[in-house]
């Protein structure tokens, strides 16, 4: 499996960061767009690992994401990913394997890279204040393009948005986690 050297900074400027962003070459890969998923619990390793369906506007796509150690670090998260044709045939094919629907969500997300060795994704999630994950290739390009942003690697975020969800809201990750819906119109509630 592959680790995922992904960072994220909450309370951001957006446009300040993409003033910045542009300084350095980086172009808009992805305007803002509505994202929806699935997320499926593996009934294996169900506490630390779990099968996403997304609708990414311009594709669709099949993660596993295993979490391989709670300290929640830069290689916390390990993950496979694939392309697939059909959100709703992928869908069917998990539910069809006795995998239980975990949760549906919506967010927005809006996709920058810089010299093909990074990725920043600004993403609101219903609720929250909008962030920012930095993901690379490895910890030394996060770290880099960290720097180069000005953000303080010190005060970063890593795992899932449940991380995030507690630092905003005070919502429990275990809570958050075992929401069936997390849209716009359906406020997580506690």
């Known amino acids: ?3 995922e050297f992904e960072i994220v900074f909450t309370n951001i400027d957006r446009d300040k960061i993409i ?4 300084k350095i070459w980086g172009i808009q890969s992805k305007k803002n767009t509505l994202m929806k998923r699935i997320v499926f619990n593996n009934p294996i390793v169900e506490e630390r690992s779990y099968v996403r369906v997304r609708d990414e506007w ?3 796509t099949c993660t596993y994401k295993e979490i ?3 300290k929640l670090d830069i290689n916390s998260v390990k993950e496979l990913e694939t392309e697939v044709k059909s959100f709703d045939t992928m869908v069917s094919i998990f539910e069809n394997l006795w995998l239980k629907a975990k949760s549906y969500q919506e967010t927005y997300r809006e996709v920058w890279e810089i010299n093909n060795e990074v990725e920043l ?3 609101v999630w219903p609720w929250l204040n909008l962030f920012i994950e930095i993901e690379g290739k490895s910890e030394e390009i996060v770290r880099k393009y960290s720097k180069l942003l000005w953000f303080d690697y ?3 975020i890593f795992g899932s948005v449940d991380q995030i969800y507690l630092k905003e809201l005070w919502i429990q990750p275990e809570i958050i ?3 069936e819906k997390i849209t716009f119109d359906n406020p997580p509630k506690v």
Do not use: G, P, S
């Open 177 to 179: 986690n075992n929401l």
């Open 58 to 60: 311009d594709k669709i």
């Open 154 to 156: 010190k005060k970063w």
């Open 19 to 22: 003033e910045k962003v542009k």
């Open 1 to 3: 499996m592959n680790t």
């Open 68 to 70: 391989k150690n709670w």
């Open 121 to 123: 994704m600004f993403n």
